[in-house]
C-alpha cells in the first residue's frame, strides 16, 4: 500500500441557491515517499482543492484519503491536530509567514505550539534556516526579505517538524526565474531525503524537475506520467524524529499575543488609554469614599467619645424676640454664622445669647428609659455674640461659645488638663490672643464674663487647658468648665439653671448609633456634628452615584472597544490563524493566543488606570490640603488590586467573541490569496 491513497475522491462545495459545484471527480492516486509530485492543470481545475483534501485543511470530502495506513475519514480534531504537526509541512505560493514575527519565530512557531523547549526550538529552527541558506537571516522580519527568501523561510517552516509530507501549492508561482531555480533545488533535496513533496505547478520548467506529473482537468486526473527517479539518500536535514507533542504553553501565547501588540504599538496604547478611564473612574470614585469616611471617622473619633450621645430639646419657635430658640453648640463643628439669628445682633445685655430650652425632668425620664443607656450626664451650653469675654490683665477677649465639660474626651485637650472645680478650658485663639502662645495661658488667672439666663455673671478662674476642636471647621472661640463648676457658679448667684445638653452614655460603643435612632425617634436633637456628619455623607453619597455611573458608562464603552480591536485584530490576523492552523495548531491555542490579547489590553488598561489615578490622588489631595488643611482621597493597595482585577475580567469577556470566531475560521479560506 502506498503511503498515500486517494480511492473515488469526490469533492463538492455547495452553493447557496444552487446546485453543489463537484471540484473533483472520482479522483483516484496512489503517492509514495521518495517522490517529487507534480500537480499541474489550468487554472480552477481543482488542483488547490485537492491539495487542501491531502493537507487536512479541508475535511469534507466523498471517497477515501488514506495516509501511512490511516483513514482520513475517521480522522476528529485531535487527529488533524497531530496530522498537522507531524506528517505534514505547507508551502505556499505567497509564503504566509506571520509579519510581526521574527524569521526564528515563523520556523519555530510550530514547536512553540508543540511546548518544545526553547533550547531545542531555536538549535533545530537555526539548523534548517543554516541549510537553507538562511543563517544570517533569522532575526529579521519578513519584510525586510527578498521573495526568494521569504519562500525559504516558509519551505523552513514546512521542514523543521520533519514531516513525511511536504505540500506546496505553486511554491514557485511568486518567484522569478533564478530564485525559482534555487527553490526547486530545496525542493528537489527535500524528496531525496525520502520524503513525499507533492507541488502545484504551472511551470513546465518547474514539472520537468519532478519525478511524476499528474495532470488534473476539470476535476478528474487525465495524466500521471513518472519520469526518472531520485537518487535518495540520508536525511540531509539531520532531523532527528521529534517529541511526542505537547501544547501551546499560556506563557508562549503571552508571548505571541505581546509580539502582535508590539506590532500595533500606537493603536495599542491609545485603547489602553481609553480602557483606562473607566478604571481610573472607579479608583478614584473609592479613594475619595475611603478618604471622606476617614476624614469623618478621625474627626468624630478625636472629638467625640464613640460612647456618647449628645441631646437637645427640639426647637421650638417662638414669636418672642430677644428669646429665638436657635442651636447652640457647646461642642465642635457648629455650622457656622447660620444658627445665629439674624435678629439678635449685640445690643446690650442680654442680647445676642442663643442657647437650646432646658430639659423638663419627663424629658430626662424619658432619655434615662432608652434601651443601652448607662449613665445620663447633666450639661449647659450657651453661644452668645459680644458679650461673654475673658479677662486678663485688664483686656477682654471675646469668645462666642459657653459650656460645661460633660460628653468631652481626653483629646479634646491640646494642652494642659480637665478644668478642675475653680478652673477653666479655653480655646487655642483666645489663648494666643492673651498670652501669645497657648501654653503660656495655662496656669493663668483670669476673670470670666459671662451671660446665663440674661444674668451676667462674673467670677475668677485659673485657666488649665487649651481645647481643642481637632480638625472641625467654624469651631467658635469658646470657654469650658466642669458641671459642678457651673452648678457653683449659678447656686452662688442665686440662679437656677436647668441643662439644656444632656449626654447619654451607651453601655458599648456599638449601642450607641441605635441610642441616636431612638433619640431622633423621640423627637430630640442630636449633636451638630452628628448632623453635619450625616449632611457630608449624603452628598459624598450623591456624588458617588455620579461617580460610579460615569465609571459604569466608560467601562462598558471600553468593553466595546476592545471587543471591536479584537474583532478587526482576528481580520488582522486571519492569514496567521490560517497558518497556525495549518501547523498544528487547535482551536484551543488560537482562543488562547486571542485570549492573551485581551488579558494584555486588559493588564495595561488597568494599570494605566491605577497609574492615572494615583497622580490625581496625589493632585487632588494637594489642592484639597491648601483648602481644607486635610486630605480627602485615600487610594489603598486593594483599590489598585481592584481596578487592575476589573480592568482584566471586563477585557476578557470582551475578547470572548473575537476568539471564538478566530478559533472557528476556516483555514482554507484563511490561506486563501485571490
Ligand atoms: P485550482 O487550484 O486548480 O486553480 P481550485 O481547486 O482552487 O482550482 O478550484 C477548483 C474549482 O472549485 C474552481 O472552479 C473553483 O471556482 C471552485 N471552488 C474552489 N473553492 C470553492 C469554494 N469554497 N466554494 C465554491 N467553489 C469553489
Ligand atoms: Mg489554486
Redesign the pocket.
Known amino acids: 500500500m502506498a503511503f498515500v491513497e486517494l480511492k473515488n475522491l469526490n469533492k463538492f462545495?455547495p452553493?447557496s441557491g444552487a446546485e453543489d459545484?463537484q471540484?473533483l471527480k472520482d479522483v483516484n492516486l496512489s503517492l509514495d515517499k521518495g517522490e517529487l509530485v507534480s500537480i499541474v492543470?489550468e487554472?480552477?481545475?481543482?488542483?488547490?482543492?485537492l491539495m487542501n483534501l491531502l493537507g487536512g485543511l479541508d475535511s469534507q470530502f466523498s471517497g477515501e484519503i488514506t495516509i501511512d495506513g490511516q483513514n482520513m475519514s475517521t480522522f476528529r480534531e485531535k487527529d488533524f491536530v497531530n496530522y498537522h504537526k507531524e506528517k505534514i509541512g505547507f508551502v505556499f505560493q505567497s509564503f504566509n509567514l506571520v509579519s510581526h514575527l521574527s524569521v526564528l519565530d515563523n520556523v519555530t512557531l510550530a514547536m512553540t505550539l508543540s511546548n518544545v523547549d526553547k533550547k531545542t526550538r531555536i538549535a533545530r529552527a537555526r539548523e534548517v534556516l543554516k541549510q537553507l541558506g538562511l543563517e544570517a537571516q533569522y532575526k529579521k522580519k519578513p519584510s525586510q526579505l527578498s521573495g526568494g527568501q521569504k519562500q525559504r523561510v516558509a519551505i523552513a517552516r514546512a521542514l523543521v517538524n520533519d514531516p513525511d509530507i511536504i505540500i506546496a501549492d505553486e511554491p514557485t508561482g511568486a518567484l522569478d526565474s533564478q530564485t525559482t531555480d534555487q527553490v526547486l533545488d530545496i525542493i528537489q533535496d527535500i524528496a531525496k531525503t525520502g520524503k513525499l513533496v507533492i507541488m502545484v505547478t504551472h511551470s513546465e520548467k518547474v514539472a520537468a524537475r519532478s519525478t511524476r506529473v499528474v495532470t488534473i482537468d476539470d476535476g478528474k486526473i487525465i495524466g500521471d506520467i513518472r519520469q526518472g527517479e531520485l537518487a535518495l539518500h540520508d536525511n540531509a536535514f539531520g532531523l532527528q524524529q521529534k517529541s511526542k507533542s505537547k501544547n501551546l504553553t499560556f506563557l508562549a501565547a503571552i508571548r505571541l499575543a505581546l509580539l502582535n501588540m508590539k506590532e500595533k504599538l500606537a493603536r495599542n496604547i491609545l485603547i489602553a488609554l481609553g480602557g483606562s478611564i473607566g478604571i481610573m473612574s472607579i479608583i478614584v470614585m473609592l479613594s475619595l469614599g475611603e478618604g471622606v469616611n476617614d476624614y469623618l471617622t478621625e474627626t468624630m473619633n478625636a472629638n467625640v467619645n464613640p460612647l456618647v450621645s449628645e441631646v437637645r430639646m427640639p426647637i421650638v419657635i417662638e414669636t418672642n424676640n430677644s428669646s429665638e430658640n436657635a442651636d447652640s453648640s457647646m461642642m465642635i463643628m457648629t455650622p457656622a454664622g447660620a444658627e445665629i439669628p439674624a435678629g439678635s445682633a449685640p445690643s446690650g445685655p442680654p442680647a445676642g445669647v442663643t442657647q437650646s430650652d432646658p430639659f423638663g425632668e419627663e424629658n430626662l425620664e424619658e432619655l434615662r428609659n432608652i434601651p443601652h443607656v448607662a449613665e445620663v450626664n447633666l450639661a449647659y451650653s450657651s453661644l452668645t455674640i459680644g458679650s461673654d469675654n475673658v479677662i486678663y490683665e485688664g483686656e477682654k477677649y471675646a469668645f462666642m461659645n459657653f459650656g460645661t465639660t460633660s460628653g468631652m474626651t481626653d483629646s479634646n485637650i491640646l494642652y494642659g488638663a480637665f478644668p478642675e472645680e475653680g478652673e477653666i478650658l479655653i480655646t487655642e485663639g483666645v489663648a494666643n490672643q492673651m498670652a501669645g502662645t497657648a501654653e503660656e495661658a495655662i496656669g493663668k488667672e483670669v476673670t470670666l464674663d459671662v451671660t446665663v439666663d440674661g444674668e451676667s455673671l462674673e467670677k475668677n478662674y485659673v485657666i488649665s487647658g487649651i481645647y481643642s476642636a481637632g480638625q472641625a471647621i467654624g469651631a467658635f472661640e469658646s470657654v469650658y468648665m466642669s458641671a459642678d463648676s457651673f452648678e457653683t457658679l449659678t447656686a452662688e448667684n442665686n440662679l437656677e439653671v436647668e441643662p439644656n445638653v444632656v449626654y447619654l452614655v451607651s453601655d458599648d460603643p456599638d449601642n450607641t448609633q441605635a441610642i441616636k435612632d431612638e433619640v431622633a425617634a423621640l423627637g430630640y436633637r442630636g449633636s451638630s456634628a452628628d448632623a453635619l456628619a450625616s449632611t457630608f455623607t449624603q452628598m459624598l453619597d450623591i456624588f458617588t452615584y455620579i461617580l460610579s455611573g460615569v465609571a459604569g458608562i466608560s467601562l462598558f464603552v471600553s468593553a466595546i472597544m476592545i471587543l471591536t480591536v479584537l474583532y478587526i485584530s482576528v481580520v488582522e490576523r486571519t492569514q496567521e490563524i490560517g497558518v497556525i492552523k495549518a501547523i498544528g495548531g487547535r482551536k484551543k491555542d488560537i482562543r488562547r493566543i486571542f485570549v492573551s490579547e485581551s488579558f494584555l489590553i486588559g493588564l495595561f488598561s488597568g494599570l494605566l488606570g491605577v497609574g492615572i489615578a494615583y497622580l490625581i490622588t496625589i493632585v487632588g489631595n494637594i489642592i484639597v490640603e491648601n483648602l481644607f488643611d486635610t486630605a480627602i482621597l485615600n487610594m489603598t493597595p486593594a483599590f489598585a488590586v481592584f481596578g487592575i482585577v476589573t480592568s482584566v475580567i471586563i477585557s476578557m469577556v470582551a475578547g470572548l467573541m473575537p476568539a471564538q470566531k478566530a478559533a472557528r475560521l476556516d483555514p482554507v479560506e484563511a490561506l486563501r490569496h485571490d
Do not use: C, E, H, Q
Not at 487554472?43 to 482543492?49: C, E, F, L, Q, Y
Open positions: 462545495y452553493i459545484f471540484a492543470g487554472s480552477g481545475s481543482g488542483k488547490s482543492t
